[in-house]
Each structure stands twice: as structure tokens, then as C-alpha cells.
């Protein structure tokens, strides 16, 4: 590795040609107070200087190109994952719409058996035992005509003289009520409470 001090150096003799060797020479010299040596060892320290100063700017360099590199290969990686989870999401729905269609077409096949089946139960008039069975199997028993009795509420307010409040009170009858009906609602749909009297087969 050449340096500055090869260029502008003090003594006349060359400067090693790497660190060991200056170091080595620096050794060897002999203590201070020889003008010759002492102006070696400034030229041997300002070499060796120089060499750790460049050793450390390319193994900067080095690294730096090193973790270049490992940017580059991240993002290479970030990008087949990236495509590979694409790929991914886009399996999964088709499994998905697969499945969807698989399921449609699977219910409206055990809808046409279901149908079947009731319509041969009508022809042949067979009992309830019947729906009891097909509900102990997990599917849907025959449709049914049933009466059911409710008893709907309407609440009325009534505008009625009397002398006290027992007195308005008798004075409460069905033709008042239902005139009140008419009047305040007409064709429109009221809001009332319903309860369900009870309820049974019809036939």
C-alpha cells in the first residue's frame, strides 16, 4: 500500500512496503536522541498513521458495500414474499368461490330431495310421524295450515263528561270506543300489543 510519506519523506531511504515491516523497523531503531533515527521514526509513525487511515477507509468502504448488498437482497426478498403472498390470497379465493358454488349447488340438491319427499308424503297421506322423523334427521318437515287466535290491544283515550271519574267510567261503551277508532286512526295501520291466545291445526 504506497503512501504520502514515500513522496515526501525527510530521510533518503524507502519506506517498507506494508505495516509489519515499518513496525519492525521501528523497533530496531535506536532510542531517542539520535537525529538520523529520531527522523526515521518521524517518517516510519507518519507511514504507519497513513496505512491505518486507509485500512480503515476501505474497511469502511467494505462494509458499506456490504450492507448495500444485504439492502439489495432484502428487498429482493420483500418482493418474492410480497408476490408469493399475492399468489396466495388469490388461491384462497378461488378455494373460497369453489366452495361457494360447491355449497349452493349442494343445498339446492338436498332442497329438490327434501321436496320430493314431502310431495310423496301428501300423495300417500302419511302422518306427522313423518315430519317427526325428518326433523330428527335435520331437515325440514312439511308445511302446515294452523289457527292462530290473538288477542290484539289498542289503547283509546276518550273525551266523556261526568260529575266524577267512576261516573266517566260507566259511561264507557263499544259505539264510543269504536267511534274513537275510526276517528283517530281512519284507514291507517294503529299501534297495538298482541298476545297469542293460543294456537292449533287447522283441520
Not at 509489519?20 to 526515521?40: K, N, T, V
Not at 302419511?126 to 290484539?152: F, K, Q
Not at 263499544?174 to 295501520?189: A, K
Request: charged share 35%; proline share 3%.
Amino acid at each position: 500500500m504506497a503512501t504520502t510519506v514515500e513522496r515526501d519523506r525527510v530521510d533518503d531511504r524507502p519506506v517498507p512496503t506494508n505495516k509489519y515491516l515499518m513496525e519492525q523497523e521501528l523497533l530496531g531503531l535506536c532510542p531517542r536522541g539520535c537525529e538520523e533515527c529520531d527522523s526515521r521514526r518521524e517518517t516510519l509513525t507518519r507511514a504507519i498513521a497513513e496505512w491505518d487511515e486507509e485500512e480503515d477507509q476501505a474497511t469502511a468502504e467494505a462494509a458499506s458495500d456490504t450492507q448495500v448488498d444485504a439492502l439489495i437482497s432484502s428487498e429482493a426478498q420483500i418482493a418474492q414474499l410480497m408476490a408469493e403472498k399475492a399468489a396466495t390470497e388469490a388461491e384462497v379465493q378461488q378455494l373460497r368461490e369453489e366452495l361457494a358454488a360447491k355449497t349452493t349447488e349442494g343445498e339446492a340438491f338436498l332442497e329438490r330431495i327434501v321436496e320430493r319427499l314431502h310431495d310423496e308424503a301428501e300423495q300417500r297421506d302419511w302422518c306427522s310421524d313423518y315430519d317427526r322423523i325428518m326433523g330428527e334427521i335435520g331437515l325440514p318437515g312439511r308445511y302446515h295450515n294452523y289457527c292462530v287466535e290473538v288477542t290484539a290491544t289498542i289503547p283509546v283515550t276518550l273525551n266523556i263528561r261526568g260529575r266524577d271519574g267512576e261516573e266517566a267510567k260507566n259511561e264507557v261503551t263499544d259505539t264510543l270506543v269504536w267511534q274513537d277508532i275510526r276517528n283517530n286512526f281512519g284507514y291507517s295501520q294503529p299501534e297495538f300489543d298482541i298476545e297469542v291466545a293460543q294456537v292449533y291445526e287447522d283441520g
